[in-house]
């Protein structure tokens, strides 16, 4: 189900989506980030660690080496970046599904290395319109999203 699109003019304001985002959650979901590289996943995914109240002085980077970072927050915060992701063998070991389907918030880059796009969660798609310019695009996908597509809602707002 497609919810919102728009259009994000500077890197402040996909940023402040995220962060608008993270502060509507109330219950674990998986966000699936895709986008090409430098389109701005990692700066929504940054909004999003800011709204769920991680805190400002930690910083939010890309786990590209380490395939997932875990902060502390209201919901806790586990963030994938599958873009090294060389064997499906390295999310089982480093128990993907016990974080993505479990009490916090799983936040995926590079979701296509799951070979599976029929993930459950929030599908958020980054694509550069400009040097500046983002169009973000959010969809739901799969059952028991209620309460999300509500506070979807309300980001529209």
Same mark, same amino acid.
């Given at each position: 189900?497609?919810?919102?699109?728009?259009?994000?003019?500077?890197?402040?304001?996909?940023?402040?989506?995220?962060?608008? +985002?993270? /502060? =509507?959650? !109330?219950?674990?979901?998986? %966000?699936? *980030?895709?986008? #090409?590289?430098?389109?701005?996943?990692?700066?929504?995914?940054?909004?999003?660690?800011?709204?769920?109240?991680?805190?400002?002085?930690?910083?939010?980077?890309?786990?590209?080496?380490?395939?997932?970072?875990?902060?502390?927050?209201?919901?806790?915060?586990?963030?994938?970046? +599958?873009? /090294? =992701?060389? !064997?499906?063998?390295?999310? %089982?070991? *480093?128990?993907? #599904?016990?974080?993505?389907?479990?009490?916090?918030?799983?936040?995926?880059?590079?979701?296509?290395?799951?070979?599976?796009?029929?993930?459950?969660?929030?599908?958020?798609?980054?694509?550069?319109?400009?040097?500046?310019?983002?169009?973000?695009?959010?969809?739901?996908?799969?059952?028991?999203?209620?309460?999300?597509?509500?506070?979807?809602?309300? *980001?529209?707002?």
């Amino acid at each position: 189900m497609h919810l919102l699109s728009v259009v994000s003019d500077e890197e402040s304001q996909t940023l402040e989506l995220g962060e608008k +985002l993270g /502060r =509507l959650l !109330e219950q674990p979901v998986r %966000i699936l *980030l895709q986008g #090409d590289l430098g389109v701005g996943k990692t700066v929504f995914a940054r909004g999003v660690a800011r709204g769920l109240g991680v805190d400002p002085q930690i910083p939010i980077t890309s786990p590209t080496f380490t395939l997932m970072n875990h902060y502390s927050a209201r919901l806790d915060l586990y963030h994938f970046d +599958l873009y /090294r =992701l060389s !064997e499906p063998d390295e999310l %089982i070991e *480093l128990g993907f #599904d016990e974080y993505a389907y479990g009490s916090g918030v799983a936040l995926i880059e590079w979701p296509e290395k799951l070979n599976n796009l029929e993930t459950p969660g929030l599908w958020v798609t980054l694509t550069r319109i400009s040097a500046v310019q983002r169009e973000i695009s959010m969809r739901l996908q799969g059952d028991n999203l209620e309460e999300l597509t509500a506070a979807l809602q309300d *980001l529209c707002r």
